[in-house]
């Protein structure tokens, strides 16, 4: 999947291969055991991939060979059977869009949408702590700290179910590495915000994935200074550019801002698709 993910990756590709990283390995396997994956291949070549959970699909198609889009709306069909089935792409995949409105879906507006935001790495700020806070990268073997600082983030919006098992498959998941995962920690050695950055050394890119700060360090520029910390990282190791994907909608606006406070710039938004019945 992160194979054919890199070799169609561009600024109009949805996603990047720290995406495919994050999503399949930080999800703990009660959750994974719902999740149907089908590859296409030609020869020793990935040309699509579907990737379905509860009534949803995820797919990406090599635009080159968009006639096998129908090939995985069709295989969704038959996984899901009849009902409600939705789907999202990225606003440039027209290669998808003809397939998915072919296939009987029509736009949805109103459901959680999310917003590429990019930014290039030739004039990045310069990260800043306040007093009694150290900013660095994680070690290797930090992974119930770097799970609880996760869980901390994340608790706020629902209970995180981030385990230090599920840590450690992210962190064992290729391309992670601990040089691009920075954290801020107190004065008691506790990690209080984080930011993961997934380096694609073909394309010379980054993709942050994810951030949190814990709710009571919120508003103090630890965010901010997080991210800096991780994208000067990314720029000493190769990096040239960096991609996030806050959510776009009005629903969850407050990452956006983080990511604009730091010189990220909105770019293309994801549409979702539904469609009833057979
Ligand atoms: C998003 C998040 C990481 C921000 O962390 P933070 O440490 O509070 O961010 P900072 O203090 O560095 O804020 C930087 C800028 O972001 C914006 N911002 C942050 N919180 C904001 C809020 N509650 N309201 C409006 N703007 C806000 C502001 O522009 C702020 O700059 P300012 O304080 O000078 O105005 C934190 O809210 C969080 O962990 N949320 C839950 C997890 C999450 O949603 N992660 C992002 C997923 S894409």
Redo the contacts with the bound molecule.
């Keep these: 999947m992160q194979d054919l993910v890199q070799r169609i990756y561009g600024t109009g590709s949805r996603f990047h291969i720290g995406d495919i990283g994050w999503e399949l390995a930080s999800v703990p396997p009660e959750r994974q055991a719902g999740w149907r994956i089908a590859l296409w291949n030609d020869g020793d070549q990935d040309v699509a991939w579907g990737w379905t959970e509860g009534n949803g699909l995820l797919l990406v198609v090599d635009p080159a060979r968009a006639e096998v889009a129908g090939e995985v709306l069709d295989w969704f069909r038959e996984v899901v059977g009849p009902g409600q089935r939705v789907t999202s792409v990225l606003e440039s995949e027209t290669h998808l869009i003809d397939a998915i409105e072919k296939a009987g879906f029509t736009v949805e507006n109103g459901r959680p949408y999310y917003t590429h935001h990019n930014i290039s790495l030739d004039k990045l700020g310069t990260p800043v702590v306040p007093a009694g806070f150290t900013l660095r990268h994680v070690g290797a073997d930090e992974v119930e700290k770097r799970a609880a600082v996760h869980r901390a983030?994340?608790s706020?919006?629902a209970p995180s179910k981030m385990t230090a098992e599920a840590m450690a498959a992210v962190m064992s998941t290729w391309p992670y590495r601990p040089e691009l995962d920075w954290v801020v920690e107190n004065s008691a050695g506790v990690f209080v915000?984080s930011a993961l950055i997934w380096l694609d050394e073909q394309h010379r890119a980054g993709l942050v994935?994810?951030?949190?700060?814990?709710?009571e360090?919120?508003?103090?520029?630890?965010?901010?200074?997080v991210n800096l910390g991780a994208l000067h990282a990314l720029k000493e190791l190769g990096g040239v550019e960096a991609r996030?994907?806050?959510?776009g909608d009005d629903g969850?606006?407050?990452?956006a801002?983080?990511y604009?406070?730091?010189g990220f710039r909105p770019g293309l938004r994801t549409v979702n698709y539904v469609a009833e019945g057979n």
Excluded: F, M, T
């Design positions: 983030a994340w706020d919006v915000a994935e994810p951030v949190g700060c814990a709710p360090y919120r508003r103090l520029g630890l965010g901010q200074a996030v994907c806050p959510r969850y606006p407050i990452p801002k983080l604009q406070s730091i």
